[in-house]
């Protein structure tokens, strides 16, 4: 076991230690237990996903299938997800050490003379490390069967960014909503409307890249979808009922959001890349119809970057430049949402048809 | 040696676009609209600078506009988004000295809008690469800041 005894070692040369060993570990588990290698497409981002335990690699999955690819990269950023419960991993190495960190880690920390990034997630007992040197990161789960609902809506979210600070691609907050290949990233803090304008839009015929985060190709100018899921709260769920039965997790708690796969909704309803056109900021505002209205830059970046950079830790400074560069090469406009999703939709669709003039 | 002011890199991401500039504090989670001269102040403040040489570089001649300058600025260090540090005036000669354009500039009033609705939320990184000697949670400071003031 490794003792930290000299007082010269500060808490963050700890915390790197102990996260460079819970990689190495992991990396020892994968290979004595000969786990399988998945590989996801996710845009230019490819991942090669080792995953523990039949039940947990259900559950991490199911929401990134659709990028499952049967062709392996050897340049793919490796990702393996332990769960404590599997017979063949067993339990955390140096716990106790890494509990005694667990408080401060739940924000983030990032090391960047050794290029390590770490957080550690309370609600689900998840730890994540990642390595941008070893283009590699572990999930170690102490059981996979109390997940959040989040974390099976959209796994590997912090990873998958870590993954892309050193690209020139980026995770953005937002929902994706296309007309054909074109499409408009629909963007705002939560309780915005984008879920519900998702879903609405999904009803009238538009499609849909996920609704909370997607990869930017800031190159191609293209959204590749991350997650098949979309969430609906109590309030969406009454104004779209059709959703129903396509609803994932019926028997969810109280405060959990229903869940639904878009692939699930109609054919091509589903869709894994869209042409970036315009970002659109919407605004519950209650009216009679939706109004939409040119936004200036600086209103885009206040609605884009802080909510993406609060959920998305780690790479805040490379993370905004991005963002801003973005923002600097995309129309945006203000949508004041009208009270009846569909007539959302519908204006939705005729700014994608109208080529978002 | 002289009290100037440095903005906190190590803290706040900021972009221009246009005639505004939008600033994230990673530590408190504030973001800010910044407007009129304030983009202008702000961009002067990359580098260690006193209130004086900001306001001779804005134009703004009067007690009152230095004093608005100075209001601002100091809203700054309260949000952590600004630090006040000392520093040897003689290094600033040559820097920063009032452009040409300058002295026929008509002063505006800076425009510094703060949001706190994703306060909460946004406050990270408590550990992020701390001190190499004093750990956790002192971090770093650049060399000649002084953060007690």
Request: aromatic share 6%; proline share 5%.
């Amino acid at each position: 076991m490794t003792k930290f005894s000299s007082a010269a070692v500060t808490r963050s040369e700890k915390i790197a230690c102990l996260g460079v060993m819970l990689l190495d570990r992991a990396i020892e588990i994968a290979d004595a237990s000969q786990i399988a290698t998945r590989t996801y497409r996710f845009g230019p981002l490819t991942v090669a996903l080792q995953t523990a335990g039949r039940e947990y690699s259900q559950r991490l999955t199911s929401a990134i299938d659709f990028a499952c690819s049967k062709d392996c990269d050897a340049e793919a950023f490796r990702i393996i997800a332990l769960d404590s419960t599997d017979p063949g991993v067993g339990s955390l190495p140096h716990s106790e050490y890494l509990r005694a960190y667990s408080r401060q880690l739940e924000q983030q920390f990032e090391c960047r003379s050794v290029q390590l990034m770490m957080r550690y997630d309370a609600h689900g007992d998840i730890w994540r490390v990642a390595s941008f040197a070893r283009r590699l990161a572990v999930v170690w789960t102490a059981d996979a069967r109390r997940l959040p609902d989040w974390e099976i809506a959209a796994p590997l979210r912090d990873v998958l960014h870590w993954a892309s600070i050193p690209t020139p691609w980026f995770l953005t907050h937002g929902a994706a909503i296309g007309a054909g290949d074109n499409g408009i990233l629909f963007t705002g803090p939560g309780g915005s409307g984008k879920s519900t304008t998702t879903a609405a839009a999904l009803l009238s015929g538009l499609r849909t890249g996920g609704d909370d985060f997607v990869l930017l190709d800031p190159i191609e100018r293209e959204m590749h979808a991350l997650y098949d899921s979309v969430r609906l709260d109590a309030d969406g769920q009454q104004r779209l009922a059709n959703f129903s039965a396509a609803v994932i997790n019926p028997s969810r708690s109280a405060t959990e959001k229903a869940q639904f796969r878009a692939s699930a909704v109609r054919p091509n309803a589903f869709a894994p890349r869209l042409r970036l056109g315009a970002i659109v900021l919407p605004h519950l505002a209650q009216a009679e119809k939706t109004v939409v209205a040119p936004a200036t830059q600086s209103e885009v970046m206040r609605a884009l970057a802080p909510s993406t950079l609060l959920l998305l830790r780690g790479g805040q400074m490379e993370t905004t430049a991005k963002l801003a560069a973005l923002v600097r090469s995309t129309p945006g406009f203000r949508m004041e949402l009208g009270r009846d999703p569909a007539e959302v939709a519908l204006t939705l669709a005729g700014m994608m048809h109208g080529r978002f003039q | 040696m002289t009290a100037a002011y440095v903005a906190n890199r190590e803290a706040v991401a900021s972009e221009q676009f246009d005639d505004e500039a939008v600033l994230i504090n990673f530590q408190t989670g504030t973001y800010y609209s910044l407007r009129g001269t304030a983009p202008e102040i702000w961009d002067l403040v990359q580098e260690p600078n006193t209130v004086d040489r900001i306001a001779e570089r804005l134009g703004a001649r009067d007690l009152g506009a230095q004093q608005t300058i100075d209001a601002m600025l100091a809203q700054l260090v309260a949000d952590s988004c600004v630090l006040v540090c000392d520093i040897d005036e003689a290094r600033l000669n040559g820097k920063t000295k009032p452009a040409a354009a300058a002295a026929a500039k008509q002063f505006t009033a800076p425009i510094v809008q703060a949001f706190h609705d994703l306060q909460e939320l946004i406050v990270v990184d408590p550990v992020h690469e701390v001190d190499p000697m004093d750990g956790w949670p002192n971090r770093p400071l650049p060399f000649g800041l002084d953060t007690n003031r």
